[in-house]
């Protein structure tokens, strides 16, 4: 496996690879991986002949008092797992090298993003879209593998793909949990004990309103429901809840077709997303 930290670098390793025939498969993350991102790596490995996996945290998706700061890196542990899974490149930039001057450009997300993260978090999705389109540029890959845990980003990116008539494809994958329900994410390790017991009732009441949603009740009902369960953790706060048409992201009060019921809740010190996607 090649470790590369430059732009020109990687591009160049990527053209010989690909003037020999070989497809491209393309993970980005912010590191500290995990579980959810090697099933993204191991679905690339099938499909590809050559995987790329990049890890950058991205300044510009963190809005003022967020996590930038404190969010998980441990780069020689990420570098070990993406050996171990067979990945042929690991980018790992720099903000600098990403970001080097002022940009002349920005992209504003309009449509998806005045719902579940991006209400709270203005300017969120810009720069999710930003990082995203630059990173997909450098390696052009055939597919680009993303969680379904992230429902909303994945549905931003994707229509980003189809507005700007971009050849790639976007590839989301299932949600990887633990055995009790909680979804794998960096951000789990700033949980503390009593936090990480509690924290798979955010599933668990996301399971029950499912079923609630397929027995006929309304986009209110399924809403008070969700909120009113995870009001009695007690530990943390509600971000929001909401259940949405997927993957336009529209409310609509009687619900059909593909339905996403999302949370999000903030800990102490972590903020956990979750979601179920309900075929009516």
Same mark, same amino acid.
């Given at each position: 496996?090649?470790?590369? =930290?430059? +732009?020109?670098?990687?591009?160049?390793?990527?053209?010989?690879? =690909?003037?020999?025939?070989?497809?491209?498969?393309?993970? &980005?993350?912010?590191?500290?991986?995990?579980?959810?991102?090697?099933?993204?790596? !191991?679905?690339?490995?099938? @499909?590809?002949?050559?995987?790329?996996?990049?890890?950058?945290?991205?300044?510009?998706?963190?809005?003022?008092?967020?996590?930038?700061?404190?969010?998980?890196?441990?780069?020689?542990?990420?570098?070990?797992? *993406?050996?171990?899974?067979?990945?042929?490149?690991?980018?790992?930039?720099? /903000?600098?090298?990403?970001?080097?001057?002022?940009?002349?450009?920005? +992209?504003?997300? /309009?449509?998806?993003?005045?719902?579940? *993260?991006?209400?709270?978090? &203005?300017? !969120?999705?810009?720069?999710?879209?930003?990082?995203?389109?630059?990173?997909? !540029?450098?390696?052009?890959? @055939?597919?680009?593998?993303?969680?379904?845990?992230?429902?909303?980003?994945?549905?931003? +990116? =994707?229509?980003?793909?189809? %507005?700007?008539?971009?050849?790639?494809?976007?590839? #989301? *994958? &299932?949600?990887?949990?633990?055995?009790?329900?909680?979804? =794998?994410?960096?951000?789990?390790?700033?949980?503390?004990?009593?936090?990480?017991?509690?924290?798979? #009732?955010?599933?668990? %009441?996301?399971?029950?309103?499912?079923?609630?949603?397929?027995?006929?009740?309304?986009? %209110?009902?399924?809403?008070?429901?969700?909120?009113?369960?995870?009001?009695?953790?007690?530990?943390?706060?509600?971000?929001?809840?909401?259940?949405?048409?997927?993957?336009?992201? /529209?409310?609509?009060?009687?619900?059909?077709?593909?339905?996403?019921?999302?949370?999000?809740?903030?800990?102490?010190?972590?903020?956990? +997303?979750?979601?179920?996607?309900?075929?009516?």
């Amino acid at each position: 496996m090649k470790v590369i =930290k430059t +732009i020109d670098s990687l591009r160049r390793d990527l053209q010989l690879r =690909k003037a020999d025939g070989h497809s491209v498969g393309f993970v &980005p993350t912010m590191g500290a991986l995990h579980e959810g991102h090697l099933s993204l790596i !191991h679905q690339a490995r099938d @499909n590809h002949e050559v995987v790329v996996v990049s890890v950058f945290v991205n300044p510009l998706q963190f809005g003022e008092g967020e996590d930038f700061e404190s969010y998980p890196r441990d780069i020689e542990r990420d570098q070990q797992l *993406c050996e171990e899974a067979g990945v042929d490149i690991l980018f790992y930039p720099s /903000v600098e090298e990403m970001y080097p001057r002022e940009a002349s450009v920005e +992209i504003r997300v /309009v449509q998806g993003v005045d719902v579940l *993260c991006g209400e709270s978090r &203005p300017g !969120h999705f810009d720069g999710v879209v930003t990082v995203v389109l630059k990173l997909l !540029h450098m390696v052009e890959p @055939n597919a680009a593998y993303f969680g379904q845990k992230d429902a909303q980003q994945v549905a931003v +990116i =994707k229509q980003m793909v189809q %507005t700007l008539s971009m050849s790639v494809q976007i590839i #989301a *994958c &299932p949600t990887v949990r633990e055995e009790d329900g909680l979804a =794998k994410s960096s951000r789990n390790v700033n949980l503390n004990t009593r936090e990480r017991e509690l924290a798979p #009732a955010l599933y668990s %009441t996301l399971i029950k309103a499912g079923e609630l949603a397929k027995s006929g009740s309304s986009r %209110t009902e399924l809403m008070e429901y969700v909120a009113k369960n995870l009001d009695q953790l007690e530990l943390g706060t509600i971000d929001y809840v909401d259940v949405l048409t997927y993957p336009e992201l /529209v409310a609509s009060e009687q619900l059909s077709g593909t339905v996403i019921i999302a949370v999000a809740y903030q800990f102490s010190r972590a903020r956990l +997303i979750d979601h179920i996607l309900v075929e009516l």
